[in-house]
């Protein structure tokens, strides 16, 4: 196939669609992110939870 610079007109439904499972994947990677990093530091994050309420 030939490339064509013709730009094809994307309706709002299809740019939302596509903005939603953009936003999707980056809310996935994030959610992962943050609990590798709870994984990591759960001894840490503990510590700082008893002594919150240390008496």
Do not use: G, P
């Amino acid at each position: 196939m030939s490339y064509t610079s013709r730009h094809r007109y994307k309706s709002r439904r299809e740019k939302n669609k596509t903005m939603f499972s953009r936003f999707k994947m980056v809310i996935i990677f994030a959610l992962i992110a943050i609990a590798f990093y709870v994984f990591f530091n759960r001894i840490l994050i503990w510590d700082l939870i008893r002594t919150q309420f240390y008496d």
